[in-house]
């Protein structure tokens, strides 16, 4: 059975920080891409970071340089740590995995019951 359990959300002030983690069993973690995207109330969900097997990451825009995705297959875990948050982060957080080979992203997604950051101003 494939678990992604996500943990962390918290409420904090602008400007506080927070880590999320997300424990992924039932999978061969270090063969999956993992990402984090978010969920604001009214919104689509969209992308907010994505850790590769060959640990290349990549951001949305607005979280550049305040958020930072990492990995760690030994503990079959994947963290985004959120620095400098802001009231605009405020949303539902998913962890999301999928299987990748040679570059390509194959098979179904998986994916976490979410874990929620509010931000007040």
């Known amino acids: 059975q494939v678990q992604l359990v996500e943990s962390g959300g918290d409420l904090v002030q602008a400007g506080g920080t927070l880590r999320l983690s997300c424990a992924v069993s039932g999978i061969a973690f270090s063969r999956h891409y993992m990402a984090w995207y978010r969920q604001a109330p009214g919104k689509q969900r969209e992308l907010v970071a994505s850790?590769?097997?060959?640990?290349?990451?990549n951001y949305v825009d607005s979280v550049k340089g305040r958020f930072i995705i990492s990995r760690d297959n030994a503990k079959n875990t994947v963290y985004l740590q959120m620095n400098s948050l802001k009231p605009e982060d405020t949303a539902a957080y998913y962890c999301?995995?999928?299987?990748?080979?040679?570059?390509?992203?194959?098979?179904?997604?998986?994916w976490g019951q979410g874990t929620q950051v509010t931000v007040s101003s």
């Open positions: 999301n995995a999928r299987l990748e080979m040679s570059s390509f992203l194959i098979g179904r997604e998986y």
């Open positions: 850790a590769s097997t060959k640990e290349v990451r």
